[in-house]
Structures are given as structure tokens and as C-alpha cells.
């Protein structure tokens, strides 16, 4: 059923009718389940082994739809085996798994800093035997990391940034980025041959924005992409806590519209229905929002270079925490399939991405207030020996 937008506001109106009877438990219908969000404190209190007390911290890494596709052996002593768990892949947005590598580039850094703040150092092998191709992710290790006591190492100041740490979805708030934080978060020292780049100038942003919403309305019109985001999207308590993965559709709003009929998978993909129209107006409220753009840009898009993109990715999250910054990646116009081509060439041009360089993360900056954790799986799902 199609339904107007006069409809939807008088199904809403009835939801709040309905919910008024219940006043004290609106604000808790469909709320983030306490489960799904208990690993943003940290490894258990009795947990004595430094990997799984570095994996409980790695696991809160940002990565591409929220996915988590990592998977870990701890079978020989001392040691974590990283592989990518290639049953939560992107192929259709991520065709090279290269956004996917990036998510475990992230991983490695949460998980280095964790280690050396309980007193280990972490000697990473990256893909010790052998480096993915160009286009595919195999069974390979991506990275052998071995723990090492070391005295007196330092712990990174970003570390305490790591459970405060949001993708942060909703509008931001209408001020520009200060100047002082624009500096200091292009300012740094990126790794050999990464750049950050920070556009605030109104023109620019402009532009920057129009092919933002034209890659996201090029994906969401394009049924085989548009299906991989509602695939994993998990609408209300219940699903958040059985998944505890993907995009969170949660609150009063969403109970309402889930109750109504309104909100379904099915209905999130055909164009004309509020909840397609309702995902774009989020979207669009977003970009409209952005008073900044930031990208980041590697020399090389081979396999290591990718790790290390998602090393600088989130650390430049976590200083952009430190400083009351809000950030949103913006992947749609990245993409890597055919129908993106042309709109991606547009996008390196107004970054002026060298032909010689890959734009690896491109990004909304702005303030807002602190949308809360996304879910994140039990640690024990990700140990497979
Ligand atoms: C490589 C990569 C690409 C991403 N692309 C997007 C994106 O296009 N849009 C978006 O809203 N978030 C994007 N994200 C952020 C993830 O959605 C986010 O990390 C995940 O949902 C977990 O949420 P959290 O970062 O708040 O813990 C991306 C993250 C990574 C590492």
C-alpha cells in the first residue's frame, strides 16, 4: 500500500493517541537494547587475557554499514589472527572490499591502542601470508598481531576518545566548523602518502553537497545497491538486540511507524512509499546540514594502503571526538561499480584527487549533540578458535 503524507501524519497522530495512555513508557518504546550496546564499556572486569581485553576495545572500530567483518583466532599463544569474516561483505556498494579493508585498517588501530595501554605492544604482520588481489578478499590472514609486554609504554591520549566515539547520522547543528578545529584536524601528520583535506568555503560545500545527495539518490534508485543498506537494516528493539549489527531504526517515531505498517523492509525499497521517501528526507537533512567536508586521499590502493587509511580514518574520528566534532562519512559517490562512474570522476575533480591518487574516505564535519552507541556483537561471536 502507498500511503500519502497526510496519511502517515494521521497514523502518527494515532500512535501518539495510543501512546498517551502509556505516557511513562514512550520515551523507552523501541529505545537501543541495553544488550546490543554493554561492549561500549569495555572487556569484562575478570577478563584477564590482554588479546580479548585489546579485541573488546577493537570491536567498537567504525566500519562500513556496520557490519563487523572480523574474525579472529587466538589459537596460538599470545597471538591474534585477523580475517575478514566473508559472510558480512558489501559486494554490490564495496565490489573490491575495499571500504571493508578500510573497517579493519580501524580495527588494528583501536586494538594497538588498547594492547599498549594495558602494557602490551603489538608486533602487526600485515597479511603474512600474502595480500588479497586487487578485487577480492580471500581466507587469508589479514594481520598476525603478537602481544608483547613492554614497561613503561605510553597510552595514546586518543584512547579515552574510543568509547565516546559516534558516526553521527542526524543534522548538525547550523554554526560553521571553527577555524581552530578545521586546523587542527587537517593539520596533523598523516602516514607516507595519505593527505586530509577540509573544504568550508559556502561555494565549495555547495558543490560538494550536490554530489553527495546525487550519489545517494543514485544509490537508492539503483534497487541492487539500495538493497544491500535495507538488508541490514534492523528496525526496532527487538531486532537491534537479535542482530546486534547494521543500521538501528529505533525510537518512539519508529515504533509508531512499524506498528502502522509503515515502516518495512519491502516498503524501504520502492520509491513513492514514506518509508523510501522518509530514509531519503533523513539522508538529505544531513547533507543539508554539513557546513564542512572533509576527504582523505592515499598515493596507493593497494591492500596495506587501504589498513592504513582506516588507521588515519580513525584516528582523525577519534581527535575529531576530543574535540566536540562531529563527523559522517559520505561513501555513496567512492563507489567502485559502473553506474557511479561518472558522479565519482565529479567528485575527484571538486576534491581535486591527482589522477594518480585514490579518494579512499570523503566526510561531513560539524557539531551535534552526542546520537548514543551503535550496536556492537558479543566479543565471543567473533572468535572462531
Ligand atoms: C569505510 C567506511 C565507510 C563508511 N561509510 C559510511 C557512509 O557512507 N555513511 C554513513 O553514514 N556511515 C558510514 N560509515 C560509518 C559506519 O556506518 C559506522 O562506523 C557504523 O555504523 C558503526 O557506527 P559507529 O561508527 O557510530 O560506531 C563508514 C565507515 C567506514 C569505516
Known amino acids: 500500500m502507498l500511503m500519502s503524507r497526510k496519511s502517515f501524519l ?13 505516557a511513562f513508557a514512550l520515551p523507552r518504546l523501541d529505545a537501543m537494547p541495553a544488550v546490543a550496546i554493554e561492549g561500549w564499556s569495555g572487556p569484562a572486569s575478570q577478563e584477564k587475557d590482554p588479546r580479548r ?12 554499514h556496520n557490519l563487523q567483518s572480523w574474525a579472529v583466532d587466538l589459537s596460538v599463544p599470545d597471538t591474534i589472527q585477523l580475517y575478514v569474516d566473508r559472510t558480512r561483505l ?15 585498517g580501524c580495527f588494528l588501530e583501536i586494538l594497538a591502542m588498547a594492547a599498549a595501554a594495558d602494557g602490551f605492544a603489538s608486533e602487526v604482520t600485515l597479511f603474512p601470508d600474502g ?34 566515539r559516534r558516526t553521527v547520522k542526524t543534522a548538525f547543528e547550523a554554526r560553521p566548523l571553527d577555524p581552530a578545529h578545521r586546523a587542527a584536524l587537517s593539520g596533523g601528520a598523516p602516514p607516507a602518502g595519505l593527505a586530509i583535506a577540509i573544504a568550508d568555503e559556502p ?41 546486534r ?45 554539513a557546513r564542512a567536508f572533509g576527504w582523505l586521499t592515499s598515493a596507493a590502493n ?32 567512492l563507489q567502485e561499480y559502473p553506474e557511479m562512474a561518472d558522479l565519482m570522476a565529479a567528485m575527484r575533480r571538486e576534491t581535486a584527487t591527482a589522477a594518480d591518487r585514490t579518494l579512499q574516505m570523503f566526510f ?8 548514543g552507541p551503535s550496536p556492537r556483537r558479543a566479543l565471543a561471536s567473533f572468535i572462531t578458535a
Open 10 to 22: 494521521r497514523v502518527l497522530g494515532g500512535g501518539a493517541v495510543v501512546a498517551a495512555g502509556t
Open 53 to 64: 581485553r585489546a579485541l573488546a576495545w577493537a570491536l567498537l572500530a567504525p566500519n562500513p
Open 90 to 104: 558489501l559486494p554490490q556498494t564495496d565490489p573490491y572490499s575495499r571500504q571493508i579493508m578500510i573497517g579493519h
Open 131 to 164: 595480500a588479497f588481489d586487487a578485487t577480492s578478499v580471500d581466507g587469508r590472514p589479514v594481520a598476525r598481531i603478537v602481544l608483547r609486554r613492554v614497561p613503561g609504554l605510553a597510552v595514546d591520549p586518543l584512547f579515552a576518545e574510543v568509547p565516546r
Open 203 to 243: 561555494a565549495h560545500v555547495d558543490r560538494l553537497r550536490a554530489l553527495g545527495v546525487a550519489g545517494s539518490d543514485l544509490e537508492m534508485n539503483l534497487p541492487r545497491t539500495h538493497k544491500e543498506s535495507i538488508d541490514v537494516v534492523r528496525v526496532g528493539a527487538a531486532e537491534i538486540a537479535r542482530h
Open 245 to 289: 549489527d547494521g543500521i538501528s531504526l529505533k525510537g518512539p517515531m519508529m515504533w509508531a511507524l512499524r506498528h502502522a505498517g509503515v515502516m518495512t523492509p519491502e516498503k524501504a525499497m520502492t520509491p513513492g512509499t514514506m518509508a523510501f521517501q522518509g530514509g531519503r528526507d533523513y539522508a538529505l537533512a544531513g547533507y543539508a546540514s
Open 302 to 333: 593497494d591492500r596495506a594502503s587501504q589498513i592504513t587509511v582506516g588507521r588515519a580514518y580513525v584516528r582523525l574520528q577519534l581527535q575529531a571526538t576530543s574535540l566536540g566534532v562531529a563527523l559522517q562519512p559520505h561513501s555513496q559517490t
Open 364 to 371: 561531513r564535519l560539524g557539531y551535534a549533540r552526542d546520537p
